[in-house]
């Protein structure tokens, strides 16, 4: 479906299934990340499209794309994937709510940097449009701070759309160009690193390394998900390897990444044997840390902390540009001890309409007389 809203800045609006996405919108959607205002891997194609063929079965999610048009020439500079809800218990009007896979750790829009107030607000306007009949955003995993956030929430006001913030917290990040370093672990955490290399280092020959856009990244991507299926999620049945669409999954999305020089896996190696491997994407001068995995027999020397300060510690030394590297940890893991900088992220629901801004007063209002209600009763 095309849309062309008819005003002077002349932008065209097209919801696409994912099975109508070619090759040559696959590559403008990666041209895209590289300009965006907001770095996101977790919006690149050769995340989502692989998420949705093995990940997504069960929904049917809108792929918005927003082209500038100049001299007759569609220019992509906006995208926005969604998927549509009927109503529930907790918004009972139909919703949308961004795309969020259970391997997405940052959600948001793709916006280019150079027209992000007029392609974000073409994209709210579409959403709002009462033809559509939805009522309400939900969203995981939003930037709260940087540019895009100052963006966004400027465009919000503007258009009158209501904001309820159901969670926020901080996410473990370091930054190359950090000059107070900030983000350089604590005191203590060097001095267990330290330890643990010389405990290493006294049973074998120590290497970490970086592979990267190389012919043996299919045996190191094997490597990883051999380690993570030895761990916690193996035992749990959460791993990689213990569902035939992730495995998949990870598969096609690693090679989407790697053809395009944006996937690097980092290993710890004693001996020539892989003892921990994380895996990395990469999207505009941001990384992001993805899956990792690390044998248990070494767990007194902690190899995944020591892959990961490895890789803190010769951030300068990448075969790469990256200024960022987001570490996606989940609140309250052992990164907040890793790495030091921070990034903020907020989960809640936007309400696009009259009635959706009823719903969330309402629910509102209800938390709080709870809330008031449990502090009397003593609970």
Excluded: C
Excluded at 127 to 151: E, Q, Y
Aim: glycine letters at 8%; aromatic letters at 12%.
């Amino acid at each position: 479906m095309t849309e062309n809203r008819g005003n002077p800045s002349k932008y065209n609006l097209r919801i696409l299934s994912p099975g109508e996405v070619d090759k040559a919108h696959v590559a403008a959607w990666s041209a895209l990340e590289a300009r965006a205002i907001e770095e996101n891997a977790f919006l690149s194609p050769y995340f989502v499209l692989p998420a949705i063929r093995y990940l997504e079965e069960d929904k049917n999610p809108l792929i918005l794309f927003v082209e500038k048009m100049a001299a007759g020439i569609p220019n992509l500079v906006g995208v926005a994937v969604f998927n549509a809800h009927k109503p529930s218990r907790k918004f009972p009007l139909p919703y949308l709510s961004l795309f969020s896979s259970i391997h997405s750790y940052l959600s948001g829009f793709l916006v280019d940097r150079e027209y992000a107030p007029e392609v974000t607000e073409q994209i709210y306007r579409f959403i709002m449009d009462p033809k559509r009949g939805w009522h309400g955003l939900r969203v995981k995993n939003l930037a709260a701070d940087g540019d895009f956030a100052s963006v966004r929430q400027t465009v919000e006001a503007t258009l009158g759309i209501k904001w309820q913030l159901s969670r926020s917290w901080q996410r473990p990040v370091f930054n190359r160009t950090d000059v107070d370093d900030t983000s350089a672990p604590p005191k203590k955490t060097l001095k267990d690193y330290h330890r643990y290399l010389r405990g290493l280092g006294a049973m074998g020959s120590f290497e970490w390394r970086v592979v990267h856009a190389s012919p043996v990244l299919d045996q190191a991507v094997d490597e990883l998900m051999r380690l993570e299926n030895l761990g916690w999620k193996g035992d749990g049945g959460t791993s990689l390897l213990s569902d035939v669409h992730q495995t998949a999954f990870f598969g096609e999305m690693a090679a989407g990444f790697n053809a395009t020089g944006r996937f690097f896996i980092t290993e710890v190696r004693l001996d020539d044997k892989v003892i921990s491997s994380a895996s990395n994407l990469i999207s505009g001068n941001y990384g992001f840390g993805f899956k990792l995995g690390w044998d248990r027999t070494y767990a007194k020397y902690a190899p995944s902390i020591v892959n990961l300060l490895q890789l803190w510690e010769h951030k300068n030394e990448l075969p790469f540009q990256i200024d960022t590297m987001d570490s996606s940890a989940a609140p309250g893991s052992y990164m907040d001890h890793v790495w030091q900088g921070r990034r903020s992220l907020a989960d809640g629901v936007y309400a696009l309409s009259s009635l959706g801004k009823l719903v969330l007063s309402t629910a509102q209002i209800f938390r709080k007389t709870k809330e008031l209600f449990t502090k009397e009763s003593g609970g």
